[in-house]
């Protein structure tokens, strides 16, 4: 139970700061700037928070399920670029398209290389 508890506040901050940034940010109306940076941000944070394994039960679960998992969000980057598609706005959905899932996995492999140490000089 009190893993469910941390899960459910820290989701409750990752939801609180998502949409803070997304208000701090907007939506031009013609990219999806916010939700960009917030996906490869948090691809990046949680996969050095995987490498590095700072965290035990439920900390962990609270920081990578919780905070982590509402602060990213593939439901807006799918609402977001469906609604690319339906307006007929090729070019930007396909850079959307490969932003988001080229850029998450690099950020998310650049995420375990400094969270394992590698990236110390």
Known sequence: MKEWVAVGLAGMAGAVSRTAISHTFGHDGVFPYATLAVNLSGAFVLCSLIAAAPFKQPWRAAVHTGFLGSF????????ELGGMLADGRWGPSFL???LSAGGGLLSGLAGLWVGSGRGKS
Not at 72 to 79: G, Q, V
């Open 72 to 79: 990213t969000t593939f439901s807006a980057l799918s609402e």
């Open 96 to 98: 959307y398209a490969v």
